[in-house]
């Protein structure tokens, strides 16, 4: 293992190093056999091999030396880094809005990670003023850093945490809160906290970044810019994902928490609503509601914080030649709710019939969603919706089955009584199921045809 | 201009400057400037795909044609060792649209930063390091992409995607040894279709290119030495065949400084011709700048003192102002405490030190020119009256310079902050700029020089090992130095102006070729030097082709004469067979007897006397016949026998 003074490296660099006497942010002058070499030694990314050193140069450019080649390594100084976001003290005033940023990890404000090579989060309203300053002009903001976990390893004890944290946001009058979340499992976080914090009186706004903010052309800053304005202006008192409407830097939307989803692995306008029209787009300049039918924010300081999970719940996306044996082991090893993402209008085949009994037998609440992602589950239509619901499948309307996935195990973790649950399931609690889907909540054009070209070629994309 | 006040002292003459033209200069009047000269040559590599990403490479489409538009704009980061960039923070005060044209058939989400970026093209690799071993450079073990941030928009992630191949190796420039300071491989930006205000338009055909640049030290120390330079590793970069020409294939950015002066890039000098002129400029530009410096520190001392003073104008002010500030609703005046007839001071030809702020007005504060004017310029629409009562507003006196700025209300504080803060560079002398080189010589400023704190690993990508069988395997089959190539044209003898163009066209191989295939030396190389090239202009050479013509007229016993037409002709043609290329060189085939029949008809037939003139006669006639199938020496002696 490596120590500080040679951050990252093993095998024969660490060897190297130590032989030649010299570490990270030493000022080396090197002779090799491809050459002679003068720069600053860098710590290594621990997934790097062990045969080179990384040599920052006077040009501000890194190389990497493969330590075979060396001959003579020696010390001329030191230089360390000291990588900081310049912070400022927050400036606040008694007319705006007061917003709390809740940080949970992600890339909303970011740094360089020596050890991975990659980027590690870093904030607090000083760092943040100093690289958004803009922010000081929409409210007076305050940070708390609940954790610090990448987007994937964010689960059932963050959301309850979150949900805790929210509510004693509240309870303390604050005017907004914005939490900043990673991309990856933005939404199930967001479905999660829209079943754990009811009725709140302010808006709570999740918010991210597909381009870390170590990046000029990241969307980090506006999407922070956009949440905190929708956080604090904003008349819409639900749980929002706010990300990027078009890849653009044009404006932003604010997704129901229920109805959202991320389509894309790495476009800056990832996230959808699926089966609907956003609530709102927001700028800057403030928030512009796409439709009424939303939760108005209120004076009051009342919000049910429901915080309840249950861990044995899985999200099984259904396959042709799926075998019964994979629902039977998730019965064998204790799940007590299943959601199945089927095909079509929410089918299986044939073979897993009799493993959908057996599950049902021993008390396992099973609902059906579509993996279409668009669209109803409607099992009437087929006799193999019939057969399958008779078997005691229960179809879950038009919830994404991700949010089906979070609502199942929300409900399981208040009750074992499946009549409850389903009940709780099939009753919409912010906006999860809708009764009707509009026209224009399904819209993948595509690309080719010559009106959606002409399309493109006059809105910024 | 107008003339300077008496208290100027040395700049009160008619050439304070001391400014020669490029003509009258010797190597005297750039050691006497210490003048020193450094490049960055650019070449896009010839590949099939882009460097980070499966785009085609070296397609292009006019600036009008594009499927889909998108807007970004860009925010200064923080370098790795905690620093924000100069350049970074000026382009971010410009608050520009920046509007990105794209193309279905050559960009990707790659190309709009949607994508990270894939493995690196393997194939520009390949090349770079072939490049890196002509340079003599120490080729690095790992190669480490770097982030290099580009706030302009040329390049939609806000920085380019760069990466060290080697470092520390020489080129020969005018007889000596010119060090190169490194070889990167990098993503070539985009083309810049527009540039109004506040809205900046690129296309991405470009964009994403494999390119690799070329940085020398500053040890050029004249104008013509940076364009031999410039050229050698041209000629260089054109030996391994594998880089694109062509208009924009090949940019130099320039650096130029003189003794007391600092580092100015030149940026995106399309030709090396241009190189001698702006370089030359630059450096006076500097000199300038110099003793506008001194002559500031003789009148005002200690620059921390300097204060400047500013207030807008309104009412009848502004209206008084209103035809010069073309219409603006808004304007305010400046007072320059001691710049009096300074702002008149001669830069450049056709320019002067007001035009350094001008241009920083267009720049930094998107505010079209005309943008500003000032109490220095005699030839100002503006009454003598109105210059007095406008310094008035700023309590200007006799000493100071009054500066008249115009513009959209929202831009003006920039305005004034831009101007104040040029003015309080000129106590410093050259201030650290990019600029951009004009085709008659001049540049104007592009933006602040960036510095290493512009620099920021590359968090996308993972370290690329360059093995030590590759590198030997390309230095194997390495293609002859510029330099050997240059030595051997001049032991053949070759004409001095076929040197060039061979190198630049990397035909020396296939000279050698023909060299060894019989051809005489002078022949091959007047052959390729000056026919083709006459025919083809600046257009691509087929080596196979012209090599196929040859040895198709050898094949045929046709005689060399007939090259000089053919081999053109075979390059216009590329589809025509070789009996179709005599057809339209209307080459007929006649045998030795017969032509030696039509000269003795010739003889009989010629009634001219004088025996020089019958020679040239008979030769007029017989020539066509003879060309290709006898020597026309040959035939000049046979009419000498049949005529004796």
């Known amino acids: 293992m490596s120590d500080e003074a040679h951050k990252g490296y093993k095998g024969e660099a660490l060897d190297a190093l130590v032989r030649f006497g010299v570490g990270v942010w030493s000022d080396v002058d090197i002779d090799s056999t491809r050459g002679h070499f003068r720069g600053i030694v860098l710590p290594r990314s621990e997934f790097d091999d062990s045969r080179h050193l990384v040599l920052k140069l006077p040009t501000g450019y890194n190389v990497g030396i493969d330590v075979r080649t060396l001959r003579s390594v020696k010390e001329l100084g030191r230089r360390e880094a000291h990588y900081k976001i310049p912070e400022k003290e927050f400036p606040t005033s008694p007319d705006k809005p007061n917003v709390k940023l809740l940080g949970t990890g992600g890339t909303i404000a970011s740094r360089l990670d020596y050890r991975t090579g990659a980027v590690i989060p870093a904030f607090s309203p000083g760092e943040l003023y100093g690289a958004v300053p803009e922010l000081a002009d929409i409210c007076n903001l305050s940070t708390e850093k609940l954790f610090a976990v990448f987007s994937e390893n964010m689960g059932p004890t963050q959301y309850i945490a979150l949900a805790k944290a929210i509510g004693r946001e509240i309870e303390n009058g604050i005017d907004g809160i914005v939490i900043g979340h990673g991309t990856d499992t933005m939404h199930h976080t967001a479905s999660a906290l829209a079943f754990m914090v009811q009725h709140p009186p302010v808006p709570i706004v999740m918010v991210g970044s597909q381009r870390s903010s170590d990046r000029p052309s990241s969307d980090a800053a506006r999407n922070l810019i956009h949440s905190t304005t929708a956080a604090a202006t904003s008349d819409i008192a639900e749980v929002m994902v706010c990300m990027f409407g078009p890849t653009s830097d044009e404006y932003g939307l604010l997704h129901r928490a229920t109805r959202v989803r991320k389509m894309h692995s790495s476009y800056r306008s990832t996230f959808r609503t699926i089966g609907d029209i956003p609530l709102a787009t927001v700028t800057r300049n403030g928030v512009t509601p796409l439709r009424q039918d939303y939760a108005r924010r209120r004076d009051d300081r009342h919000v049910d914080i429901l915080p309840y999970f249950e861990e044995r719940v899985t999200l099984t996306y259904y396959y042709p030649n799926m075998h019964p044996d994979i629902i039977d082991s998730l019965v064998e090893h204790g799940y007590k709710g299943i959601v199945i993402a089927g095909t079509g209008l929410g089918h299986i085949n044939k073979p897993v019939y009799p493993a959908i009994e057996r599950a049902t037998a021993a008390g396992v609440a099973i609902y059906m969603t579509v993996q279409t992602l668009w669209g109803y589950v409607h099992m009437f239509v087929y006799d193999t919706g019939r057969d399958l619901m008779a078997k005691g499948i229960i179809p879950a309307e038009n919830m994404l089955p991700e949010v089906a996935y979070i609502k199942l195990a929300w409900a399981l973790g208040q009750t074992n009584d499946l009549d409850r649950v389903r009940d709780i399931m099939l009753t919409s609690i912010a906006g999860e199921i809708t009764e009707r889907e509009p026209h224009d909540g399904y819209l993948i054009f595509q690309g080719g045809m010559p009106e959606i070209q002409e399309f493109l070629r006059k809105v910024h994309k | ?644």
Not at chain 2, 44 to 52: D, N, S, V
Not at chain 2, 195 to 221: C, Q, S
Not at chain 2, 395 to 420: C, H, Q, R, S, Y
Request: proline share 6%; with cysteine; net charge negative.
């Open chain 2, 1 to 644: 201009m107008k003339k300077a006040d008496a208290n100027s002292g040395n700049l009160d003459s008619h050439n304070p400057l001391g400014y020669v033209t490029r003509r009258d200069a010797t190597a005297d009047t750039y050691r006497g400037l210490g003048f020193r000269c450094g490049l960055e040559v650019h070449q896009q590599l010839r590949t099939k795909k882009k460097l980070f990403c499966r785009c085609p490479a070296g397609i292009y489409q006019d600036g009008a044609d594009y499927d889909a538009q998108l807007v970004r704009h860009m925010r200064p980061t923080l370098s790795e060792f905690g620093e924000y960039d100069g350049t970074a923070l000026m382009e971010y005060k410009t608050k520009k649209n920046i509007i990105y044209r794209i193309k279905g058939e050559t960009a990707c989400t790659y190309d709009i930063d949607d994508t990270p970026p894939f493995a690196v093209n393997r194939e520009a690799l390949g090349i770079a390091i072939e490049v890196a071993l002509l340079l003599e450079t120490s080729l690095v073990g790992e190669l480490h992409i770097t982030r290099k941030q580009y706030l302009d928009g040329s390049i939609p992630t806000g920085f380019q995607r760069t990466a060290i191949i080697g470092i520390d190796g020489r080129i020969p420039v005018a007889g000596k040894r010119v060090g190169v300071r490194q070889l990167s491989v990098e993503e070539d930006s985009c083309r810049e279709v527009s540039d109004v205000g506040h809205e900046r338009i690129y296309t991405t055909d470009r964009l994403g290119m494999p390119l690799i640049e070329t940085v020398t030290e500053p040890e050029l120390l004249t104008p013509d030495e940076a364009a031999e330079g410039a050229n050698y590793i041209r000629y260089l970069t054109r030996s391994t065949g594998h880089v694109n020409v062509g208009i924009g294939a090949a940019r130099e950015d320039v650096n130029v400084s003189i003794e007391g002066g600092t580092r100015v890039e030149i940026k995106g000098v399309q030709h090396i011709r241009w190189i001698p002129e702006l370089t030359h400029n630059e450096a006076f530009r500097q000199k300038a700048l110099l003793l506008v410096r001194d002559e500031l520190e003789r009148r005002e001392g200690d620059p921390k003192t300097w204060a400047p003073k500013h207030a807008p104008l309104s009412g009848a002010d502004l209206a008084a102002v209103a035809p010069t500030a073309a219409g603006e609703s808004s304007a305010a005046v400046i007072c320059l405490p001691g710049f009096s007839g300074l702002l008149a001071f001669p830069t450049n030809p056709g320019c002067s030190f007001a035009d350094e702020f001008s241009d920083r007005l267009k720049v930094i504060a998107c505010i079209e020119k005309p943008n500003m004017a000032h109490s220095d310029d005699g030839t100002s629409p503006l009454p003598r009256a109105t210059w007095q009562k406008l310094g008035k507003r700023v309590g200007a006196t006799e000493k100071d310079a009054v500066l008249l700025v115009w513009g959209p209300a929202a831009d003006l504080p920039t305005a004034i902050e831009t101007v104040i803060e040029r003015g309080r560079l000129a106590f410093a002398g050259v201030p650290n700029e990019t600029r951009k080189g004009l085709p008659n010589g001049t540049t104007i400023f592009e933006r602040v020089l960036p510095g290493p704190d512009r620099m920021y690993p590359d968090t996308d990508s993972s370290p690329i090992p360059i093995e030590e069988d590759a590198i030997e395997g390309t230095r194997a089959r390495l293609p002859q130095s510029v330099e050997a190539r240059q030595a051997l044209l001049r032991a053949w003898g070759a004409p001095e102006d076929t040197h060039a163009y061979l190198l630049r066209r990397n035909l020396c191989p296939l000279a050698e070729e023909l060299v060894a295939s019989g051809m005489e030396p002078i022949a091959a190389t007047t052959l390729l030097g000056h026919d083709v090239r006459h025919a083809m202009g600046d257009r691509e050479i087929d080596p196979a082709r012209v090599r196929w013509a040859v040895d198709a007229a050898r094949e045929r016993a046709l005689t060399s004469d007939v090259l000089p037409v053919l081999a053109p002709l075979a390059l216009r043609e590329p589809a025509s067979s070789f009996d179709e290329l005599l057809t339209r060189a209307e080459y007929r085939r006649a045998a030795e007897k017969d032509v030696k029949a039509e000269i003795r008809r010739e003889v009989k037939r010629s009634d001219v006397r004088r025996p020089e003139a019958r020679h040239r006669a008979i030769m007029g006639h017989v020539r066509a016949m003879a060309w290709g199938n006898v020597p026309l020496a040959q035939v000049a002696a046979w009419v000498e026998e049949a005529t004796r």
